[in-house]
C-alpha cells in the first residue's frame, strides 16, 4: 500500500508561482513509482496535468501547462514536486498527487495511477 499526502496549496494572485509537494509512503519503495499530478476543477472532470518516470529522466505535461509547470522527484526524500509558473485563473483546482505501480512511467492515463493522494487546493485570483 501506498499513502500519498500533497502539500504546498494555497492562495496566490495570476503570474505567481507556487511549488507543491507530495510525500509517499508504505511499503513499496518509492523509488520504483511512476508519478503523476492531476488537477480538478469545481464543475469540471478531473485531468492530467504532469507525469514523471522512476528516475525522472522522463517526464509529459499537459499541453494547458507545458512552459509553465515543472515536475521532479528526489527519491532519497520520497517526495515528488510540481513547481509552477506563472499561474492562471484557469489553473484553480484541487491538485492530486497519483502513484502508478509495475510500471517505469505511467503517463496521463489516470486508470495507471492505483494510488492517490486526498489532494491539494489552488485557487489563484484574477
Known amino acids: 500500500q501506498v499513502q500519498l499526502v500533497e502539500s504546498g496549496g494555497g492562495l496566490v494572485q495570476a503570474g505567481d508561482s507556487l511549488r507543491l509537494s507530495c510525500s509517499a509512503s508504505?511499503?513499496?519503495?518509492?523509488?520504483?513509482?511512476?508519478m503523476g499530478w492531476f488537477r480538478q476543477a469545481p464543475g469540471k472532470e478531473r485531468e492530467f496535468v504532469a507525469a514523471i518516470s522512476w528516475s525522472g529522466q522522463s517526464t509529459s505535461y499537459a499541453d494547458s501547462v507545458k512552459g509553465r509547470f515543472t515536475i521532479s522527484r528526489d527519491n532519497a526524500k520520497n517526495t515528488v514536486y510540481l513547481q509552477m509558473n506563472s499561474l492562471k485563473p484557469e489553473d484553480t483546482a484541487v491538485y492530486y498527487c497519483a502513484a502508478g505501480e509495475g510500471m517505469y512511467f505511467a503517463g496521463s492515463r489516470d486508470a495507471n495511477y492505483g494510488h492517490w493522494g486526498k489532494g491539494t487546493l489552488v485557487t489563484v485570483s484574477s
Open positions: 508504505g511499503r513499496t519503495s518509492f523509488s520504483v513509482l511512476a
